[in-house]
């Protein structure tokens, strides 16, 4: 598995957003598959973000209650996609803040910790996402190359794009 990050690994040169789309589109392409998708993958990535935003921020570090492991996690995602694609790293950004608001507001309307939430839906969407592929008879694609659990969010993305005819 090549690094993006390898100077010596032409992959990020190599491969468009498109290209990226087409691969991971490859093993996507059973209905039931691609519902359960439309579910578990919006819904691993908020609860993602919810477990990164569950952890306790040093002191130094709380400036105020957007500023923790969540947001700080954003700057690897947001190079990750404006390597690829510009239009998908604003609507992959839109989505991101949408999800730490989302986690903002959390508390405001439940006593159970946001992080057990989390923990508890991570868990029920990945079961969701190997049965759709058990259903699929592929794979996931990130047992191929890793990058690929940031292009399932980006795939969901450009079918929106696409019914919006914004091109990305």
């Known amino acids: 598995m090549k690094d993006w990050l390898d100077p010596r690994s032409n992959m990020a040169e190599a491969r468009s957003m498109q290209d990226w789309l087409d691969s991971y589109g490859e093993s996507h392409q059973n209905p039931l598959n691609k519902k359960i998708h439309w ?24 400036v105020n209650e957007w500023v ?31 999800c730490y608001a989302m986690c903002n507001l959390y508390g405001s309307i439940t006593d159970i910790p946001l992080w057990q939430s989390s923990l508890v839906i991570f868990v029920l969407a990945w079961i969701g996402q190997f049965y759709g592929h058990k259903v699929e008879g592929e794979k996931p694609s990130f ?11 980006a795939w969901l993305m450009s079918f929106i794009y696409d019914k919006l005819g914004i091109k990305y």
Do not use: H, K
């Open 39 to 62: 579910v578990a993958v919006p819904l691993i990535f908020l609860t993602i973000v919810g477990l990164l935003w569950s952890i306790p921020v040093p002191e130094v570090m709380a």
């Open 68 to 98: 923790n492991f969540a947001t700080i996690m954003l700057i690897p995602v947001f190079i990750f996609y404006a390597r690829l694609s510009l239009p998908l790293t604003i609507g992959m950004t839109l989505w991101c803040l949408s």
């Open 143 to 153: 047992f191929e190359d890793i990058q690929y659990l940031m292009i399932g969010p």
